[in-house]
T-cell receptor, first 112, second 116 residues
Framework: SQTIHQWPATLVQPVGSPLSLECTVE??????LYWYRQAAGRGLQLLFY??????ISSEVPQNLSASRPQDRQFILSSKKLLLSDSGFYLC???????????FGSGTRLTVV | DQQVKQNSPSLSVQEGRISILNCDYT??????FLWYKKYPAEGPTFLIS?????DKNEDGRFTVFLNKSAKHLSLHIVPSQPGDSAVYFC???????????????FGKGTKLSVIP
């Protein structure tokens, strides 16, 4: 069966520090992968998606970046975090079983 | 421009009664719709979906209704249980599930509280 792993679960980082969040998928190959953010009081905002290794599409210009170094690995990064980067970050893969997404458990990022 | 709208940020319902969560969309290209349920500090989980060729889909206590002419869908939960208390997200897609750049557009969510 397919599973998605996301870590860490929580993270507190100072302003100006770097960020690296990792997401891996098991049990499937060549998945479509997505990074979403849920900011306080807001909905789910698509940040990046990837249809294959090295292929990244950005939906929202900001100081975040994404990379897909391997087929089932998706990484969200920042060189210098801002206070506004605080939020709940979710990785997801395209689940053809129900033609929707299956989400990871999320990372709560607090920038202080 | 918000293409998927959930106009009620919150909803409180007595246990055993019906919960009705509403969702409106503006993009006429959307033809596949999903509902997700999210508990705090967890990722959303898929609940139920409906294709535009249908106007109703039922799965146990959950039923989704689609009114294409009104660009409106609703999720009915009957009977509501305290464990249903969560944030519910409506999502929509412009069909063609096999497309490489398949994306879902989400609403902002409705927080449902089921009171025992």
């Amino acid at each position: 069966s397919q599973t998605i792993h996301q870590w860490p679960a929580t993270l507190v980082q100072p302003v100006g520090s770097p960020l690296s969040l990792e997401c891996t998928v098991e049990g499937t190959s060549n998945p479509n992968l997505y990074w979403y953010r849920q900011a306080a009081g807001r909905g789910l905002q698509l940040l990046f998606y990837s249809v294959g290794i090295g292929q990244i599409s950005s939906e929202v210009p900001q100081n975040l970046s994404a990379s897909r170094p391997q087929d089932r690995q998706f990484i969200l990064s920042s060189k210098k975090l801002l206070l506004s980067d605080s939020g709940f970050y979710l990785c997801a893969w395209r689940d053809r079983g129900h033609n929707g997404y299956t989400f990871g458990s999320g990372t709560r990022l607090t920038v202080v | 421009d918000q293409q998927v709208k959930q106009n009620s940020p919150s909803l409180s319902v007595q246990e055993g009664r019906i919960s009705i969560l509403n969702c409106d969309y503006t993009n006429s290209m959307f033809d596949y719709f999903l509902w997700y349920k999210k508990y705090p500090a967890e990722g959303p989980t898929f609940l139920i979906s409906i294709s535009s060729i249908k106007d109703k889909n039922e799965d146990g206590r959950f039923t989704v209704f689609l009114n294409k002419s009104a660009k409106h869908l609703s999720l009915h939960i009957v009977p509501s249980q305290p464990g249903d208390s969560a944030v519910y997200f409506c999502a929509a897609s412009p069909g063609t599930p096999g497309a490489g750049s398949y994306q879902l557009t989400f609403g902002k969510g409705t927080k449902l509280s089921v009171i025992p």
